[in-house]
Protein backbone atom coordinates (compact mmCIF):
# COMPACT_ATOMS: atom_id res chain seq x y z
CA UNK A 1 0.00 0.00 0.00
CA UNK A 2 1.56 3.46 -1.07
CA UNK A 3 1.93 5.98 1.46
CA UNK A 4 2.42 9.19 -0.95
CA UNK A 5 -0.67 11.32 -0.67
CA UNK A 6 -2.73 12.83 -3.24
CA UNK A 7 -4.98 15.57 -3.96
CA UNK A 8 -8.55 14.79 -3.24
CA UNK A 9 -10.46 13.01 -5.78
CA UNK A 10 -12.16 15.70 -7.76
CA UNK A 11 -10.10 18.79 -6.54
CA UNK A 12 -7.36 19.09 -9.39
CA UNK A 13 -4.41 20.75 -9.30
CA UNK A 14 -3.87 23.72 -11.70
CA UNK A 15 0.22 23.11 -12.97
CA UNK A 16 2.24 26.11 -13.43
CA UNK A 17 2.01 25.18 -17.45
CA UNK A 18 -1.50 25.05 -17.30
CA UNK A 19 -2.22 28.35 -15.18
CA UNK A 20 -2.10 31.52 -18.18
CA UNK A 21 -5.63 30.69 -19.20
CA UNK A 22 -6.46 31.32 -15.97
CA UNK A 23 -4.58 34.37 -14.93
CA UNK A 24 -5.60 35.83 -18.63
CA UNK A 25 -9.21 35.10 -18.08
CA UNK A 26 -9.28 36.49 -14.47
CA UNK A 27 -7.73 39.75 -16.07
CA UNK A 28 -9.85 40.16 -18.72
CA UNK A 29 -12.98 39.87 -16.38
CA UNK A 30 -11.84 42.29 -13.82
CA UNK A 31 -10.92 44.57 -16.62
CA UNK A 32 -14.32 44.18 -18.45
CA UNK A 33 -16.01 44.67 -14.93
CA UNK A 34 -14.88 47.48 -13.98
CA UNK A 35 -15.77 49.17 -17.68
CA UNK A 36 -19.38 48.31 -16.63
CA UNK A 37 -18.98 50.13 -12.89
CA UNK A 38 -18.72 46.58 -11.10
CA UNK A 39 -16.37 46.45 -7.92
CA UNK A 40 -15.08 43.33 -6.59
CA UNK A 41 -16.55 41.63 -3.67
CA UNK A 42 -14.79 39.17 -1.83
CA UNK A 43 -15.66 36.57 0.50
CA UNK A 44 -15.25 33.88 3.00
CA UNK A 45 -14.94 30.31 1.79
CA UNK A 46 -16.50 29.22 4.78
CA UNK A 47 -20.45 29.90 5.94
CA UNK A 48 -23.27 28.75 8.27
CA UNK A 49 -25.31 25.71 6.91
CA UNK A 50 -28.42 27.60 7.30
CA UNK A 51 -27.06 30.31 4.93
CA UNK A 52 -27.90 28.05 1.80
CA UNK A 53 -30.42 25.73 3.15
CA UNK A 54 -32.75 29.18 3.20
CA UNK A 55 -31.08 30.00 -0.11
CA UNK A 56 -30.22 27.23 -2.24
CA UNK A 57 -33.08 25.45 -0.69
CA UNK A 58 -33.94 22.81 1.82
CA UNK A 59 -35.12 20.35 -0.95
CA UNK A 60 -32.11 20.64 -3.38
CA UNK A 61 -29.64 18.14 -4.55
CA UNK A 62 -27.05 20.63 -3.45
CA UNK A 63 -28.33 21.08 0.13
CA UNK A 64 -29.37 17.63 0.53
CA UNK A 65 -26.84 15.18 -0.79
CA UNK A 66 -23.62 17.67 -1.64
CA UNK A 67 -22.73 20.10 0.38
CA UNK A 68 -19.52 19.65 2.65
CA UNK A 69 -20.84 20.80 5.77
CA UNK A 70 -19.28 20.12 9.49
CA UNK A 71 -19.74 21.12 13.18
CA UNK A 72 -16.79 23.28 14.05
CA UNK A 73 -14.75 23.41 17.63
CA UNK A 74 -17.54 26.10 18.73
CA UNK A 75 -20.54 24.17 17.77
CA UNK A 76 -21.50 25.98 14.95
CA UNK A 77 -22.85 24.03 11.92
CA UNK A 78 -20.47 25.36 9.04
CA UNK A 79 -20.33 24.28 4.91
CA UNK A 80 -17.78 25.17 2.33
CA UNK A 81 -19.55 27.38 0.09
CA UNK A 82 -21.10 25.21 -2.75
CA UNK A 83 -22.03 29.02 -4.64
CA UNK A 84 -21.08 32.30 -4.23
CA UNK A 85 -24.81 34.33 -4.54
CA UNK A 86 -25.87 33.57 -1.56
CA UNK A 87 -22.31 34.46 0.19
CA UNK A 88 -22.60 38.12 -1.76
CA UNK A 89 -26.35 38.61 -0.46
CA UNK A 90 -25.49 37.60 2.96
CA UNK A 91 -22.73 40.04 2.74
CA UNK A 92 -24.35 43.18 1.35
CA UNK A 93 -27.38 42.67 4.38
CA UNK A 94 -24.78 42.57 7.08
CA UNK A 95 -22.94 45.66 6.25
CA UNK A 96 -26.06 47.69 5.36
CA UNK A 97 -24.86 48.03 1.57
CA UNK A 98 -28.49 47.48 0.36
CA UNK A 99 -30.44 50.40 2.00
CA UNK A 100 -31.73 52.83 -0.79
CA UNK A 101 -29.32 51.95 -2.79
CA UNK A 102 -27.89 50.36 -6.07
CA UNK A 103 -24.85 48.32 -6.07
CA UNK A 104 -23.21 46.44 -9.12
CA UNK A 105 -20.69 43.78 -7.65
CA UNK A 106 -18.75 40.75 -8.91
CA UNK A 107 -17.11 38.31 -6.96
CA UNK A 108 -14.81 35.03 -7.63
CA UNK A 109 -13.25 32.04 -6.10
CA UNK A 110 -13.59 28.25 -5.16
CA UNK A 111 -16.88 26.82 -4.71
CA UNK A 112 -17.26 23.32 -3.13
CA UNK A 113 -19.74 20.14 -4.44
CA UNK A 114 -20.14 16.31 -3.37
CA UNK A 115 -20.36 15.37 -6.75
CA UNK A 116 -19.21 12.79 -9.60
CA UNK A 117 -16.72 13.74 -11.00
CA UNK A 118 -16.32 13.81 -14.53
CA UNK A 119 -15.52 16.30 -17.08
CA UNK A 120 -16.68 19.74 -16.52
CA UNK A 121 -17.27 18.85 -12.93
CA UNK A 122 -15.61 18.74 -10.22
CA UNK A 123 -15.88 18.76 -6.28
CA UNK A 124 -14.02 21.64 -5.83
CA UNK A 125 -14.54 24.39 -9.05
CA UNK A 126 -14.27 27.79 -9.46
CA UNK A 127 -16.81 30.31 -10.67
CA UNK A 128 -17.08 34.46 -11.76
CA UNK A 129 -20.17 35.92 -9.94
CA UNK A 130 -21.63 39.16 -11.23
CA UNK A 131 -24.63 41.12 -9.20
CA UNK A 132 -26.69 43.73 -9.19
CA UNK A 133 -28.87 44.77 -6.81
CA UNK A 134 -31.83 47.39 -6.06
CA UNK A 135 -32.70 47.40 -9.63
CA UNK A 136 -36.24 46.14 -10.82
CA UNK A 137 -36.19 47.40 -14.25
CA UNK A 138 -35.43 45.03 -17.03
CA UNK A 139 -32.70 47.32 -18.26
CA UNK A 140 -30.39 45.51 -16.02
CA UNK A 141 -31.12 41.93 -16.84
CA UNK A 142 -30.58 43.57 -20.36
CA UNK A 143 -26.93 44.73 -19.55
CA UNK A 144 -26.04 41.47 -16.89
CA UNK A 145 -26.76 39.33 -20.51
CA UNK A 146 -24.50 41.84 -22.33
CA UNK A 147 -21.62 41.48 -19.99
CA UNK A 148 -21.24 37.88 -20.45
CA UNK A 149 -21.64 38.32 -24.11
CA UNK A 150 -18.53 40.88 -24.22
CA UNK A 151 -16.59 38.66 -22.36
CA UNK A 152 -16.88 36.03 -24.56
CA UNK A 153 -15.88 38.74 -27.13
CA UNK A 154 -12.43 39.54 -25.54
CA UNK A 155 -11.58 35.93 -24.57
CA UNK A 156 -11.69 35.16 -28.63
CA UNK A 157 -14.47 32.20 -27.33
CA UNK A 158 -17.44 31.80 -29.41
CA UNK A 159 -20.08 29.18 -30.16
CA UNK A 160 -22.67 29.76 -27.38
CA UNK A 161 -26.53 29.47 -27.65
CA UNK A 162 -28.27 32.13 -25.41
CA UNK A 163 -31.36 30.84 -23.80
CA UNK A 164 -34.13 33.19 -22.17
CA UNK A 165 -37.27 32.99 -20.56
CA UNK A 166 -39.24 34.52 -17.80
CA UNK A 167 -40.74 32.91 -14.61
CA UNK A 168 -43.34 35.91 -14.31
CA UNK A 169 -43.70 37.15 -10.57
CA UNK A 170 -44.27 34.59 -7.37
CA UNK A 171 -48.12 35.40 -7.75
CA UNK A 172 -48.64 34.24 -11.76
CA UNK A 173 -46.12 31.41 -10.89
CA UNK A 174 -48.58 30.32 -8.19
CA UNK A 175 -51.32 29.62 -10.65
CA UNK A 176 -48.78 28.23 -13.26
CA UNK A 177 -47.48 25.89 -10.53
CA UNK A 178 -51.01 24.81 -9.65
CA UNK A 179 -51.90 24.32 -13.37
CA UNK A 180 -48.27 22.08 -13.95
CA UNK A 181 -48.79 20.12 -10.95
CA UNK A 182 -52.87 19.09 -11.92
CA UNK A 183 -50.87 17.88 -15.15
CA UNK A 184 -48.04 16.25 -13.73
CA UNK A 185 -50.16 14.15 -11.15
CA UNK A 186 -51.94 13.07 -14.18
CA UNK A 187 -49.21 11.24 -15.42
CA UNK A 188 -47.27 10.45 -12.23
CA UNK A 189 -47.07 6.89 -13.00
CA UNK A 190 -44.74 7.32 -16.16
CA UNK A 191 -42.53 10.11 -14.51
CA UNK A 192 -38.87 8.73 -13.11
CA UNK A 193 -38.66 8.48 -9.63
CA UNK A 194 -36.54 11.70 -8.36
CA UNK A 195 -39.23 13.88 -10.76
CA UNK A 196 -42.04 11.81 -8.21
CA UNK A 197 -40.11 13.32 -5.15
CA UNK A 198 -40.37 16.64 -6.51
CA UNK A 199 -44.04 16.52 -7.31
CA UNK A 200 -44.52 17.96 -3.43
CA UNK A 201 -41.46 20.55 -3.24
CA UNK A 202 -40.58 21.87 -6.41
CA UNK A 203 -42.69 20.48 -9.50
CA UNK A 204 -41.09 23.20 -11.91
CA UNK A 205 -37.84 21.41 -11.60
CA UNK A 206 -39.22 18.30 -13.46
CA UNK A 207 -39.72 20.72 -16.17
CA UNK A 208 -35.54 20.46 -16.75
CA UNK A 209 -35.24 16.74 -16.09
CA UNK A 210 -32.88 15.08 -18.38
CA UNK A 211 -34.98 11.95 -18.62
CA UNK A 212 -35.84 10.82 -21.56
CA UNK A 213 -39.25 9.53 -20.72
CA UNK A 214 -39.93 12.64 -18.43
CA UNK A 215 -39.53 14.52 -21.21
CA UNK A 216 -42.02 13.32 -23.32
CA UNK A 217 -44.09 14.16 -20.65
CA UNK A 218 -42.85 17.33 -19.93
CA UNK A 219 -43.23 18.58 -23.83
CA UNK A 220 -47.03 18.66 -23.59
CA UNK A 221 -47.02 20.32 -20.08
CA UNK A 222 -48.27 23.65 -19.67
CA UNK A 223 -46.70 26.64 -20.95
CA UNK A 224 -45.69 29.29 -18.02
CA UNK A 225 -45.34 32.11 -20.56
CA UNK A 226 -48.98 31.88 -21.22
CA UNK A 227 -49.72 32.77 -17.16
CA UNK A 228 -47.73 35.66 -17.26
CA UNK A 229 -49.67 38.60 -16.51
CA UNK A 230 -49.85 41.86 -18.05
CA UNK A 231 -46.44 43.48 -16.48
CA UNK A 232 -44.25 40.36 -16.34
CA UNK A 233 -45.36 39.82 -20.12
CA UNK A 234 -43.76 43.47 -20.51
CA UNK A 235 -40.85 43.46 -18.54
CA UNK A 236 -39.99 40.14 -20.66
CA UNK A 237 -40.77 41.40 -23.73
CA UNK A 238 -38.40 44.68 -22.98
CA UNK A 239 -35.68 42.43 -22.48
CA UNK A 240 -36.30 40.90 -25.59
CA UNK A 241 -36.15 43.82 -27.28
CA UNK A 242 -33.00 45.50 -25.70
CA UNK A 243 -31.11 41.73 -26.37
CA UNK A 244 -32.40 42.71 -30.34
CA UNK A 245 -31.17 45.79 -30.14
CA UNK A 246 -27.68 45.12 -29.00
CA UNK A 247 -27.20 42.20 -31.56
CA UNK A 248 -27.18 39.53 -29.22
CA UNK A 249 -29.16 36.35 -30.41
CA UNK A 250 -31.19 33.82 -28.34
CA UNK A 251 -33.84 31.71 -28.57
CA UNK A 252 -36.39 31.36 -25.84
CA UNK A 253 -36.52 27.90 -23.76
CA UNK A 254 -39.76 27.40 -22.00
CA UNK A 255 -38.41 25.10 -19.90
CA UNK A 256 -35.61 26.77 -18.42
CA UNK A 257 -36.38 27.60 -14.51
CA UNK A 258 -35.42 27.72 -11.09
CA UNK A 259 -37.20 25.74 -9.00
CA UNK A 260 -37.32 28.32 -5.48
CA UNK A 261 -40.09 31.31 -5.12
CA UNK A 262 -37.79 33.89 -4.58
CA UNK A 263 -36.91 33.98 -8.72
CA UNK A 264 -38.63 35.97 -10.96
CA UNK A 265 -38.62 37.15 -14.50
CA UNK A 266 -35.29 36.91 -16.54
CA UNK A 267 -33.53 33.16 -16.36
CA UNK A 268 -30.80 32.90 -19.23
CA UNK A 269 -28.20 30.23 -20.09
CA UNK A 270 -25.03 30.25 -21.88
CA UNK A 271 -24.58 26.93 -23.21
CA UNK A 272 -22.27 25.06 -26.23
CA UNK A 273 -22.06 21.85 -27.70
CA UNK A 274 -18.20 21.78 -27.40
CA UNK A 275 -17.74 20.08 -24.12
CA UNK A 276 -19.83 17.03 -23.71
CA UNK A 277 -22.41 17.21 -21.59
CA UNK A 278 -21.58 19.91 -19.26
CA UNK A 279 -22.89 22.31 -21.73
CA UNK A 280 -23.83 24.83 -19.25
CA UNK A 281 -20.93 27.44 -19.34
CA UNK A 282 -22.85 30.68 -17.85
CA UNK A 283 -25.96 30.61 -15.86
CA UNK A 284 -28.39 33.56 -14.08
CA UNK A 285 -31.76 35.16 -13.68
CA UNK A 286 -33.35 37.15 -11.60
CA UNK A 287 -33.85 36.48 -7.46
CA UNK A 288 -36.15 40.08 -6.31
CA UNK A 289 -37.04 38.00 -3.52
CA UNK A 290 -33.90 36.45 -2.39
CA UNK A 291 -32.77 39.32 -0.40
CA UNK A 292 -35.81 39.72 1.94
CA UNK A 293 -35.85 35.95 2.34
CA UNK A 294 -32.22 35.99 3.47
CA UNK A 295 -33.46 38.58 6.38
CA UNK A 296 -32.90 42.06 4.06
CA UNK A 297 -34.89 45.08 2.92
CA UNK A 298 -36.89 43.87 -0.20
CA UNK A 299 -34.79 44.18 -3.06
CA UNK A 300 -34.66 43.02 -6.66
CA UNK A 301 -31.45 41.45 -7.51
CA UNK A 302 -29.97 39.73 -10.93
CA UNK A 303 -26.76 37.85 -11.41
CA UNK A 304 -25.42 35.14 -13.32
CA UNK A 305 -22.67 32.51 -12.77
CA UNK A 306 -19.70 31.16 -15.17
CA UNK A 307 -17.82 27.79 -14.14
CA UNK A 308 -14.61 28.63 -15.02
CA UNK A 309 -13.13 25.42 -15.39
CA UNK A 310 -15.47 24.74 -18.57
CA UNK A 311 -14.79 27.88 -20.11
CA UNK A 312 -11.18 27.60 -19.75
CA UNK A 313 -11.35 24.18 -21.39
CA UNK A 314 -13.64 26.26 -24.04
CA UNK A 315 -10.39 28.70 -24.08
CA UNK A 316 -7.93 25.92 -25.01
CA UNK A 317 -10.54 23.41 -27.34
CA UNK A 318 -10.99 27.05 -29.49
CA UNK A 319 -7.42 28.07 -29.42
CA UNK A 320 -8.16 31.54 -27.56
CA UNK A 321 -5.39 33.69 -27.58
CA UNK A 322 -3.54 33.64 -24.16
CA UNK A 323 -0.71 36.03 -23.27
CA UNK A 324 2.90 33.71 -22.79
CA UNK A 325 4.08 33.19 -19.11
CA UNK A 326 6.88 32.09 -19.45
CA UNK A 327 10.28 34.26 -18.94
CA UNK A 328 11.48 36.43 -21.80
CA UNK A 329 14.96 36.53 -20.62
CA UNK A 330 17.32 34.23 -18.75
CA UNK A 331 20.08 36.26 -16.61
CA UNK A 332 23.05 33.59 -16.45
CA UNK A 333 26.32 34.80 -14.43
CA UNK A 334 28.82 33.37 -13.45
CA UNK A 335 32.17 34.34 -11.43
CA UNK A 336 32.11 36.20 -8.13
CA UNK A 337 32.39 39.92 -9.62
CA UNK A 338 29.35 39.38 -12.08
CA UNK A 339 27.15 36.79 -9.91
CA UNK A 340 27.56 39.87 -7.09
CA UNK A 341 26.23 42.71 -9.94
CA UNK A 342 23.47 40.42 -11.44
CA UNK A 343 20.81 40.55 -8.78
CA UNK A 344 20.90 44.49 -9.24
CA UNK A 345 21.12 44.58 -12.50
CA UNK A 346 18.27 42.52 -12.40
CA UNK A 347 15.72 44.52 -10.02
CA UNK A 348 16.19 47.91 -12.29
CA UNK A 349 15.52 46.07 -15.26
CA UNK A 350 12.43 44.26 -13.79
CA UNK A 351 11.83 48.20 -12.31
CA UNK A 352 12.44 50.16 -15.45
CA UNK A 353 10.04 47.65 -17.41
CA UNK A 354 7.84 46.25 -15.22
CA UNK A 355 5.66 43.61 -17.46
CA UNK A 356 9.62 42.37 -18.43
CA UNK A 357 9.42 38.91 -17.26
CA UNK A 358 13.38 37.89 -16.41
CA UNK A 359 14.12 34.95 -14.79
CA UNK A 360 17.81 35.55 -12.52
CA UNK A 361 19.58 32.23 -12.54
CA UNK A 362 20.05 30.66 -9.07
CA UNK A 363 21.92 27.08 -7.87
CA UNK A 364 25.01 28.39 -9.61
CA UNK A 365 26.50 26.03 -12.39
CA UNK A 366 28.43 27.01 -15.32
CA UNK A 367 27.68 28.77 -18.65
CA UNK A 368 26.64 25.80 -20.44
CA UNK A 369 24.78 24.65 -17.87
CA UNK A 370 22.87 28.16 -17.31
CA UNK A 371 21.98 27.79 -20.85
CA UNK A 372 21.18 24.77 -21.07
CA UNK A 373 18.43 25.96 -18.43
CA UNK A 374 17.66 28.84 -19.87
CA UNK A 375 16.58 27.38 -23.20
CA UNK A 376 14.54 24.84 -20.82
CA UNK A 377 13.04 28.24 -19.37
CA UNK A 378 11.05 28.97 -23.34
CA UNK A 379 12.82 32.57 -22.72
CA UNK A 380 13.77 34.58 -25.96
CA UNK A 381 16.97 35.68 -24.81
CA UNK A 382 19.60 34.78 -22.46
CA UNK A 383 21.55 37.68 -20.85
CA UNK A 384 26.07 36.37 -19.94
CA UNK A 385 27.25 38.16 -17.69
CA UNK A 386 30.83 36.72 -16.10
CA UNK A 387 33.62 38.40 -14.28
CA UNK A 388 34.53 39.81 -17.74
CA UNK A 389 31.80 41.54 -18.47
CA UNK A 390 31.47 42.77 -14.79
CA UNK A 391 34.93 44.65 -15.05
CA UNK A 392 34.04 46.38 -17.62
CA UNK A 393 30.65 47.39 -17.14
CA UNK A 394 29.11 45.73 -20.20
CA UNK A 395 26.86 42.50 -20.77
CA UNK A 396 25.75 40.04 -23.40
CA UNK A 397 22.84 39.48 -25.41
CA UNK A 398 22.19 35.95 -27.21
CA UNK A 399 19.14 34.98 -28.81
CA UNK A 400 18.28 31.84 -27.95
CA UNK A 401 15.48 31.27 -30.63
CA UNK A 402 17.82 32.09 -34.09
CA UNK A 403 17.10 35.55 -34.04
CA UNK A 404 19.94 37.07 -34.58
CA UNK A 405 23.88 37.17 -33.61
CA UNK A 406 24.54 37.50 -30.12
CA UNK A 407 25.49 41.79 -29.25
CA UNK A 408 27.65 43.15 -26.49
CA UNK A 409 26.01 46.09 -24.62
CA UNK A 410 26.76 48.56 -21.67
CA UNK A 411 24.78 47.91 -18.48
CA UNK A 412 23.14 51.82 -19.17
CA UNK A 413 21.43 51.05 -22.40
CA UNK A 414 20.36 47.39 -22.20
CA UNK A 415 17.15 48.06 -20.80
CA UNK A 416 16.33 50.14 -24.00
CA UNK A 417 17.93 47.00 -26.02
CA UNK A 418 15.86 44.73 -24.61
CA UNK A 419 13.20 46.69 -25.56
CA UNK A 420 13.52 46.98 -28.80
CA UNK A 421 14.57 43.55 -29.41
CA UNK A 422 11.08 42.03 -27.56
CA UNK A 423 9.38 44.61 -29.40
CA UNK A 424 10.51 43.73 -32.65
CA UNK A 425 8.81 40.31 -32.16
CA UNK A 426 5.44 40.97 -29.91
CA UNK A 427 4.00 37.78 -30.65
CA UNK A 428 6.52 35.50 -29.63
CA UNK A 429 6.42 37.40 -25.96
Known amino acids: MSNKIQAVRGMNDVLPADAAPWQHLHAVAAGLFATYGYRELRLPVVERTDLFRRAVGEVTDVVEKEMYSFTDRGGENLSLRPELTAGAVRACIEHGLLFHQQQRIWCSGPVFRYERPQAGRYRQFHQLDVEAFGIATPDVDVEIIAIAAALWRRLGVGGFTLQINSLGTPQTRAGYRAALLEYLRAHEDALDEDSRRRLGSNPLRVLDSKVPATREIVAGAPRLLD ?194 LLAARPDAT
Open 227 to 420: HLDAAAAAHFATVRRGLDALGIAYTVNERLVRGLDYYTHTVFEWTTNQLGAQDAVCAGGRYDGLVEHLGGPPTPGIGFAIGVERLVALMGLQGAAVPAATPQVYFCHFGDAASAQAPRLAEELRASQPKLRLLLNAGGGGLKAQLKRADASGARYALILGDDEAGRGVIQVKSLRGEGEPLTCGWNELAERLAR
